[in-house]
C-alpha cells in the first residue's frame, strides 16, 4: 500500500512546481527531491524505495536519499518556513543577489513572507550564488532549497 502512496507523491511532485516532500509510511521516512540525479533509499534498511510499475528514468530524476549528500561543492540555502518568495524588498527595487553575485555569510538574499511577516533570509556561506531555484512571488515549503552557492 505504501507503494502506491509513494507512486502518488511521485505523479503530484512530477506535475506541479513543488520541489520536494517528505513522508513517513509505516516507521520509514522518504524524501523525494524534483530533477535530483540521485535515486533514494529507505533510511536505515538498504532497501530501494523505487516503486514497482514506475519508470527508473524518472525515479532516478525525482528521489533522493535523505542520508545522501551532494557530491558537489554546492551549498544550498533552504527556506527556514513555509510562505511567499521575494527576491527583492519591493516589487520596484533590484534584486538582493542574482546568479554570479558574490555573497558573504550573513548578507540577505531574499525574503519569505509568512503570515505576513517579511523574514529575510541570510547567506549561510560566502561564496558565488550559482542558482536561484525559486520565481519572486511563488509559494516556498519548509526546508525547500532556494539558492545553490559555490
Not at 56 to 70: G, L, R, V, Y
Amino acid at each position: 500500500m505504501w507503494k502506491n502512496k509513494l507512486k502518488e507523491i511521485i505523479y503530484i511532485l512530477e506535475h506541479s512546481e513543488i520541489n520536494e516532500i517528505e513522508a513517513n509510511f509505516w516507521g520509514r521516512k522518504y524524501r523525494v527531491v524534483k530533477n535530483s540525479p540521485m535515486i533514494n533509499s529507505a533510511l536505515g534498511s538498504g532497501q530501494s524505495v523505487i516503486p514497482q510499475g514506475i519508470d527508473s528514468d524518472i525515479t532516478a530524476k525525482t528521489m533522493n536519499s535523505i542520508e545522501s549528500e551532494s557530491a558537489d561543492s554546492l551549498s544550498e540555502v533552504k527556506s527556514p518556513m513555509p510562505g511567499t518568495f521575494y527576491c527583492s524588498p519591493n516589487p520596484k527595487a533590484a534584486a538582493f543577489v542574482k546568479v554570479g553575485d558574490r555573497v558573504t555569510k550573513g548578507e540577505s538574499l531574499c525574503i519569505v513572507e509568512a503570515m505576513k511577516i517579511m523574514n529575510e533570509i541570510e547567506s549561510s556561506v560566502d561564496g558565488v550564488v550559482k542558482e536561484v531555484l525559486v520565481e519572486n512571488g511563488k509559494p516556498v515549503e519548509y526546508n525547500q532549497p532556494l539558492f545553490r552557492i559555490e
